[in-house]
Nanobody, 127 residues
Framework: LVELAESGGGSVQAGGSLRLSCSAS????????MGWFRQTPGKERIGVAH????????YYSNSARGRFTISRGTAKNTVYLEMNGLKPEDTGIYYC????????????????????WGRGTQVEVSS
């Protein structure tokens, strides 16, 4: 059974920072594209940042680029999302996802077709 466990959500004021963590267990492959999506009520999940655990290839959405940094742990089954300069529009539930795919596809936002999803962690940014 594959499980993705997210942590690190919370409430901050605009301009503040949060660090999200996602740890995968039971994952059947030695490498993966892992990353984060954000969802708000009534809207689809959108990709925020992704990383390939083999070579560190990354993908960032336009809104995340320059403010957020995704990184991988040494064990390659953990990814982190450092979010700085948070804005109210960053509010939402952040889901961790993982899938087996090549680094190039991961860098192009291919994690949308993820096989595995976490339960989400709430991030709220107040103005």
């Amino acid at each position: 059974l594959v499980e993705l466990a997210e942590s690190g959500g919370g409430s901050v004021q605009a301009g503040g920072s949060l660090r999200l963590s996602c740890s995968a267990s039971g994952y059947p492959y030695s490498s993966a594209c892992m990353g984060w999506f954000r969802q708000t009520p009534g809207k689809e999940r959108i990709g925020v940042a992704h990383i390939h655990t083999d070579d560190g290839t990354t993908y960032y959405s336009n809104s995340a680029r320059g403010r957020f940094t995704i990184s991988r742990g040494t064990a390659k089954n953990t990814v982190y999302l450092e979010m700085n300069g948070l804005k109210p529009e960053d509010t939402g539930i952040y889901y961790c996802a993982a899938a087996k795919m090549r680094p190039y596809l991961c860098s192009q936002g291919g994690l949308t077709a993820a096989q595995y999803w976490g339960r989400g962690t709430q991030v709220e940014v107040s103005s």
